[in-house]
């Protein structure tokens, strides 16, 4: 088990920018493929981006692709979200998770074995 604790989330104009981070402690980081999720008010939780062991495959909803950028920094236990031209059509509570196996499908949120509590990015405009 890992716990994961978001931060980086706030109110931001539409086509600014927010880097949300996601914090690890528990179990060895690199043995996990981590992914953010979002849930927007009043829908079902959504893929958004993922990424593998190493960094080095990463995967991204069609709806941020190009503007979302997904990070991680194994030696200091954390993972990024790098959001640039925000619409506000982002605004969602923000999750970050952690896959123990890696072996379903990065996108599928079954697969994932423990999230965090969420951040709350809100754009106006």
């Known amino acids: 088990q890992v716990q994961l604790v978001e931060s980086g989330g706030g109110l931001v104009q539409a086509g600014g920018s927010l880097r949300l981070s996601c914090a690890a402690s528990?179990?060895?980081?690199?043995?996990?493929?981590m992914g953010w999720f979002r849930q927007p008010p009043g829908k079902e939780r959504e893929f958004v981006a993922a990424i593998s062991w190493s960094g080095g495959v990463t995967y991204y909803a069609d709806s941020v692709k190009g503007r979302f950028t997904i990070s991680r920094v194994n030696a200091k236990n954390a993972v990024y979200l790098q959001m640039n031209s925000l619409k506000p059509e982002d605004t969602a509570v923000y999750y970050c998770?952690?896959?123990?196996?890696?072996?379903?499908?990065?996108?599928?949120?079954?697969?994932?074995?423990?999230w965090g509590q969420g951040t709350q990015v809100t754009v106006s405009s």
């Open positions: 528990g179990r060895t980081f690199s043995n996990y493929f």
């Open positions: 998770a952690a896959d123990a196996t890696g072996w379903g499908r990065p996108t599928d949120q079954y697969e994932y074995d423990d």
